[in-house]
């Protein structure tokens, strides 16, 4: 059978899939018993004809893909796939490069090279700053953190790279509460551990406030420290002010991080780059390509103000792969070795979409999102907890006996029943809440008309008494 066979039937079931998504439910319907009987075949002696295997993955798999590239999808920070950046992610894997280094790859290269420098333009960060195309922003936190710990202890007579961290000065880590999981993660794989982390003092939006972090700052002058700052929270999109705080760590001589999962594309956009005001003085910057800029999983990308920490935390010579010398090496700035060009999406993205773009998908995911919240808030029996910012916002649903968590969980639950829409749950300030996140690029005004009415139908259903 010829390669061109398979790979046609592939599309076609793709194609299929794509052009039904606004039709199909959103929530998985297969049943995890049901799933393993379709999927769990005997390892066969002899080899099964590969149209047959790919026709079986679609059948076997169905009612086992949450349908979170919809446009009606609003229950995490994940977006959808613009159709050339996936198109761009084919051609990727069927070119089937190693991205290690220039020489395995050296397309990839110079794409990374021209899509790190366009990265930097739209998101108003240091043209000096290095970068790296990682899996997403778990990644690009431990890489972040990677070259602050090189920077840190290498200033402290430490090097890391050679000693290792048995005997190493210590690093704390200074962040808010709200702060996202992954940044623990990242301590943790940078062996600094959890104790390591401070909680510095918020304001009730979930700002850290500028006193706490100075008082937190004013202890040993030598004290090797990273302060971990957001632009966008998890929950409801608020940004730690940059301005106040980056001046302040800088006086302490610490390394200032930016958690910038999707917050940090306001840049993109005139109406909210306000909010990322003296966010290019910090050190490190981190985001996803997955979320806002709408790549294919996985796409995250780091931005290092101290490139020479950052290529002395990952570079590493062998005698084999001999880079060329007048062109970037991926893996000097990378914590993976072997690894997908992921530059490719993004550079067929980002020149489709161009600056323009960028700023009305982000602008367009924010309207979506304000709407939503304040159509639903204003529905009997819900309120809103928290007010967009940008692309995030958290409602309420209200309950007669005054148990207002249980009836949130119990309303969100429905809403996912239903296959039209899908939220999701989070506790905030001691609450249950439903999260509304919205940054796929599908999202269109037809879809929020649908999900208020869906909001609006299912309240009115659980308001009738039981017969």
Request: with cysteine; glycine share 8%; hydrophobic share 45%.
């Amino acid at each position: 059978m010829s390669a061109s066979s398979v790979l046609q039937q592939a599309a076609q079931h793709a194609v299929d899939y794509l052009q039904a998504i606004d039709k199909r439910p959103i929530r998985t319907s297969a049943s995890l018993s049901e799933l393993r009987r379709r999927l769990g075949r005997e390892l066969p002696e002899h080899g099964v004809p590969a149209i047959e295997v790919i026709d079986d993955l679609v059948a076997d798999a169905a009612g086992g893909i949450l349908g979170s590239g919809s446009g009606r999808f609003y229950g995490w920070v994940i977006g959808g796939s613009l159709p050339v950046a996936l198109a761009a992610d084919w051609l990727t894997t069927t070119w089937d490069q190693n991205a290690a280094s220039n020489v395995t790859a050296p397309a990839e290269a110079v794409v990374e090279e021209i899509a790190g420098a366009w990265l930097k333009h739209i998101l108003n960060l240091p043209d000096e700053a290095s970068f790296a195309f990682v899996t997403g922003c778990q990644m690009a936190h431990t890489t972040a953190f990677a070259a602050a710990r090189h920077h840190l202890l290498q200033q402290r007579g430490w090097d890391v790279e050679v000693k290792g961290l048995q005997g190493a000065p210590n690093i704390r880590v200074l962040t808010s509460e709200n702060r996202h999981e992954s940044i623990l993660r990242a301590v943790r794989l940078l062996g600094l551990g959890t104790e390591a982390v401070t909680y510095v003092a918020s304001d009730s939006e979930g700002r850290m406030d500028p006193g706490a972090l100075d008082a937190a700052l004013s202890g040993p002058a030598d004290r090797a420290t990273i302060v971990s700052l957001q632009a966008g929270d998890l929950n409801t999109g608020v940004f730690d002010v940059f301005k106040a705080l980056c001046p302040i760590a800088r006086k302490h001589e610490a390394w200032v991080h930016v958690d910038g999962a999707f917050g940090l594309w306001a840049a993109a956009s005139p109406r909210y780059r306000h909010l990322l005001e003296g966010v290019e003085q910090a050190n490190s910057w981190a985001t996803d390509g997955h979320k806002w800029l709408n790549l294919p999983f996985d796409s995250g990308f780091v931005f290092v103000a101290e490139p020479a920490a950052h290529r002395a935390a990952f570079s590493q010579a062998t005698s084999y792969a001999v880079p060329l010398e007048d062109l970037r090496n991926q893996k000097d700035w990378n914590p993976e070795w072997s690894r997908r060009g992921r530059g490719f999406a993004a550079y067929a993205a980002l020149r489709h979409l161009g600056r323009l773009g960028v700023q009305d998908l982000v602008e367009r995911c924010c309207d979506h999102a304000c709407r939503l919240v304040e159509s639903i808030a204003a529905l009997e029996g819900a309120e809103a907890l928290a007010h967009p910012v940008i692309n995030q916002g958290l409602v309420r649903f209200l309950s007669s006996d005054g148990d207002h968590d249980q009836r949130t969980d119990e309303v969100i639950a429905a809403l996912q029943s239903s296959g039209d829409v899908w939220f999701g749950g989070v506790t905030w300030q001691g609450k249950r809440a439903m999260r509304i996140s919205v940054c796929n690029w599908l999202t269109n005004d037809a879809d929020i008309d649908r999900t208020i009415e869906v909001v609006r139908r299912v309240l009115r259903e659980m308001s009738r008494p039981s017969i």
